[in-house]
């Protein structure tokens, strides 16, 4: 069984800044891309951002010069720094990955989400 364990998100002020995390975790033999997806309420599901095993990224244009995401290839952890943020920043935050297990399986694996909340 592969998991994504996500952590970081919470409350915080427009301005502020937050840090996401995303470990995985199982019998993984090696992580294509990772990524962080996000929705707001009545929303569809968003890319925000990606990184390949490489380390080449792609960000929404609603997040460039704000977020930045990371990888530890080491760890098979993911992470995503939000700084400057915005109350439309507000919204579930979902981490992806592309995971091959031992025994070449491919699979899409899901975090849970975690709730990244902008108010004053």
């Known amino acids: 069984q592969v998991q994504l364990v996500e952590s970081g998100g919470g409350l915080v002020q427009p301005g502020g800044s937050l840090r996401l995390s995303c470990a995985a975790s199982?019998?993984?033999?090696?992580?294509?891309?990772m990524g962080w997806y996000r929705q707001a309420p009545g929303k569809q599901r968003e890319l925000v951002a990606a990184i390949t095993s490489a380390g080449s990224t792609n960000y929404a244009h609603s997040v460039k010069g704000r977020f930045t995401i990371s990888r530890d290839n080491a760890n098979n952890t993911v992470y995503l720094q939000m700084n400057s943020l915005k109350a439309e920043d507000t919204a579930v935050y979902y981490c992806?990955?592309?995971?091959?297990?031992?025994?070449?399986?491919?699979?899409?694996?899901w975090g849970q989400g975690t709730l990244v909340t902008v108010s004053s």
């Open positions: 992806h990955a592309e995971i091959y297990t031992y025994g070449y399986r491919f699979l899409e694996v």
């Open positions: 199982g019998r993984i033999y090696s992580i294509n891309a």
